[in-house]
């Protein structure tokens, strides 16, 4: 049957199972968001910014294993799109970017919006912000790119006008060869070769510690994981993008390392009795490593790397061996089935390492934290929000969290029992980020409740984006901790009166706002308060805003 090519798209779309496109229409797409409209398969999800439907896209991604579908004009609109690019990339996110363009007859001379290399460069930017990023130029080659851009999302695609309304006399999804290639798909895994010197560092040594990171999260390897901690009783630490890889209540976890990370953690890490620290899926960056904290890999500890992909690290980082695989996974079954060969000694030691775990899960894993400045006279601690928080929601609740203070208190206070039960941008941090990839989240997992706790500075940045919620009536809810300033700037410039109007915000009235909204809001300074809060957000199926009044800076002992 023939087809336009914005038909394409959608039915293409339909093919891979994807069921939301995150946008802001405009003229140069409107063809597109038309077949949207009438698609029995594809919802539109309007955002109020494009940069907040990249976001959304994101959180759809990463929540729901699939690709998130961002669509967006060229122009401003592409350009607004970059951070939350930049953002997928980093994070390792399956997003794809479409922006639309004038026609291609159009295109350098002075058309509006004209996002070709004469107009606003959208595919450059884009290349700058990705590692895929192409114009259509003909429609001969619009399936073949959107299934090169698919496979190898993060990516962006600019699909002019005339591309976006040509007639195809058969559509082109009945060629088979177009299904070449799928995300899930594996290559033949080769036999893994683990060196000796691996074997008899572990075996040669009793107190055995794992670092894990992002990278056992994503490629669903948890299973694993746990698998091997528990064959040898190896404690386990997660950096903050990791939490959750393990259970945070089984007896192993120590929690999360790092900014973010609880005492335990930190403590046991940094602490001089390791012999054998082994990084798992690790992305050794400034954030996950404490700032490189020297104690990670100095004294006589060892210290080796179990990933898929090299890295370089800082100069003074010593990392002892490395060994790069195929798939950790594949790897960690392994080592789990040499408990009786190879890894016999280590197998051995385990007594030794049981009383070691006794000493580590004497420290406490919660910080003790004493509330400071509050420019309110009545207000509720962070940690003590977040544990209220937890104790009263669903087990199966998902908190996704914000940049900021927000961000460390979610990482310590909260206990993740399960992988992407917890979610955060670690790397790039955008303000904001946890109110629109919420949406995307909530989306992915209709099942479960999304918690968003968000900063006033973050609502500043996304705060519109409730109003999508509520256009879709869905049950999140937004815990707005609002400190009236930007906790982490204040904590260090306070004793600097002229700092001030650089760290303190102006008092805005969230209930009023997320009422203009449609959304039910209710103000928290108290414990008791947070429970009548609760109280009704757990009898109802639509968003609601809790605006809870903090302290603006903390010590921690």
């Known amino acids: 049957m023939a087809t336009s090519g914005a038909s394409l798209i959608i039915e293409y779309l339909g093919q891979r199972q994807i069921n939301y496109v995150f946008l802001v229409p405009g003229k140069l797409i409107y063809p597109i968001v038309e077949k949207i409209a009438h698609s029995d398969h594809l919802e539109g999800i309007m955002a109020t910014s494009e940069l907040a439907s990249g ?36 994070e390792d996110s399956k997003v794809l970017f479409l922006t639309g363009d004038v026609t291609s007859t159009s295109q350098g001379i002075g058309a509006f919006q004209d996002s070709s290399s004469a107009g606003t460069r959208s595919v450059e930017l884009f290349q700058q912000a990705l590692n895929y990023s192409t114009a259509i130029a003909h429609s001969d080659y619009l399936l073949k790119e959107l299934n090169q851009a698919f496979l190898n999302s993060p990516s962006h695609l600019l699909i002019p006008l005339d591309i976006q309304t040509h007639r195809y006399k058969t559509s082109p999804l009945e060629d088979a060869q177009w299904r070449q290639g799928d995300l899930n798909s594996r290559e033949f895994l080769k036999e893994e070769i683990i060196s000796d010197q691996f074997y008899e560092i572990l075996n040669g040594n009793s107190k055995i510690m794992l670092l894990v990171g992002s990278q056992v999260i994503k490629n669903g390897q948890g299973a694993e994981l746990l698998n091997f901690a528990e064959t040898y009783h190896l404690p386990v630490t997660t950096t903050l993008s990791a939490k959750g890889a393990i259970p945070e209540t089984h007896p192993l976890s120590l929690g999360v390392f790092g900014h973010g990370g609880n005492q335990r953690a930190n403590q046991a890490l940094t602490g001089n009795d390791i012999d054998t620290l082994l990084l798992v899926g690790l992305d050794f960056n400034q954030n996950e490593s404490l700032e490189w904290d020297s104690r990670l890999y100095s004294g006589r500890r060892q210290v080796m790397r179990i990933d898929q992909l090299p890295q370089r690290f800082p100069s003074t980082v010593k990392i002892d061996l490395e060994l790069i695989v195929d798939d950790c996974s594949h790897t960690l079954k392994k080592l789990s089935l040499q408990s009786q060969n190879q890894l016999q000694n280590l197998h051995q ?82 303000m904001g980020w946890a109110i629109c990839a919420g949406i995307g989240i909530q989306l992915a997992r209709p099942e479960s409740r999304v918690l968003v706790v968000t900063g006033d500075g973050s609502m500043m940045m996304h705060g519109m984006e409730i109003a999508t ?34 760290t303190l915000l102006p008092p805005i009235n969230w209930i009023e706002f997320a009422k203009s909204l449609g959304v039910e809001a209710m103000q928290v300074k108290s414990i008791s308060e947070l429970d009548q809060a609760l109280d009704r957000v757990l009898g109802c199926c639509h968003p609601f805003v809790m605006e809870v009044l903090t302290s603006l800076t903390y010590s921690i002992h």
Request: aromatic letters at 12%; hydrophobic letters at 40%.
């Open 469 to 502: 919620a509520a256009r879709y009536q869905l049950p999140i809810l937004f815990v707005i901790c609002n400190n009236r300033g930007y906790g982490n700037a204040y904590q260090r410039f306070k004793e600097d009166l002229k700092m001030n109007p650089f």
């Open 349 to 430: 030691s385990i007594p030794q390492r049981l009383k070691w775990l006794k000493q580590l899960q004497a420290i406490p894993w919660h910080w003790r934290i004493s509330p400071e400045t509050s420019l309110f006279d009545q207000c509720l601690p962070l940690d003590k929000l977040i544990r209220a928080l937890q104790t009263r929601l669903p087990s199966d609740t998902i908190l996704c969290t914000d940049a900021g203070t927000t961000r460390g208190f979610a990482g310590h206070s909260w206990i993740s029992s399960y992988p992407h039960s917890f979610f955060s941008s670690s790397k790039l941090a955008p």
């Open 55 to 90: 976001y959304m896209a994101d959180g759809f991604a990463r929540a729901s294993g699939k690709v998130g579908v961002c669509l967006s004009i060229g122009g401003p609109g592409a350009s607004n799109l970059l951070t939350s690019a930049i953002n997928s990339r980093l």
